[in-house]
């Protein structure tokens, strides 16, 4: 199997905005072989578009079966790989371990999938035809955070309300903290039936800011924008 795995400049395992290559392993548990660093600058990657041609200069070195290995699997980038079709598994630490788990976790996933298959299968069990229950695999795992419209030059929507109601599996923090952890934006509306409870406090600690919250033009709710700090918010392409 192929890991790719976000790496620091100390062989730890990082984040994918974080300084450092991303490191090809082949092999499978206890006997990997490097195959390539794929040498990409992600921090400059600061936009969605920049995200984007970030991560398929990174694909372009894998198979369709590779999995990625990262220290968080919250956020753009992350969303991004699960729309591409790869999973990321989370894990911190020396690296030649986390391979291992990697490789552990994959193996049982494997031999999971054909229960997760089975006809008849719900929450409560397989029925066998004679009152027994067979096991059945885990509930799917939660949706990734969707991605906000791109409106262009650095400014972005995140249709809140619209999100929550077309999948009962999301919710306000799942939905909207990723994206405003991101701060891959200039400037972020965000369009929801009310505000999270926690979205001021979220907000002050991240550095972020926000007009006062207005009532929406064409429809029911509000019309909420955060600007992005000046040192964190991507370039808008155009000159000052």
């Known amino acids: 199997m192929q890991i790719a795995a976000f790496v620091n400049d100390q062989g730890q395992v990082a984040g994918f905005f974080d300084k450092g290559p991303v490191r090809l392993f082949e092999g499978s548990a206890g006997a990997w072989t490097l195959k390539t660093d794929i040498l990409v600058d992600r921090q400059e990657a600061t936009g969605l578009s920049a995200v984007k041609d970030a991560l398929n200069s990174i694909v372009a070195h894998l198979d369709e079966t590779a999995v990625f290995l990262a220290k968080d699997t919250r956020g753009l980038a992350y969303a991004l790989l699960d729309d591409m079709g790869y999973r990321v598994w989370k894990s911190e630490g020396g690296l030649s371990d986390q ?11 494997a031999k999971e999938a054909p229960k997760a298959a089975a006809p008849g299968c719900s929450s409560g069990g397989c029925g066998s035809g004679r009152g027994k229950k067979a096991e059945c695999a885990a509930a799917p795992p939660p949706p990734p955070p969707p991605l906000p419209q791109d409106l262009g030059k650095g400014r972005y929507r995140l249709d809140l309300g619209a999100i929550l109601a077309g999948d009962t599996r999301l919710n306000a923090r799942v939905a909207l903290l990723p994206v405003l952890q991101e701060k891959a934006f200039i400037s972020l509306e965000i369009l929801c039936d009310h505000l999270p409870r926690w ?18 033009e064409n429809g029911p709710g509000l019309r909420v924008i955060v600007f992005a700090p ?11």
């Open 99 to 109: 391979l291992d788990l990697v490789a552990q976790k994959e193996q049982a996933l």
């Open 199 to 216: 979205f001021d406090q979220e907000l002050a600690a991240l550095g972020l800011r926000a007009d006062p919250p207005h009532p929406r």
């Open 230 to 240: 000046a040192e964190t918010a991507p370039a808008s392409g155009e000159p000052s």
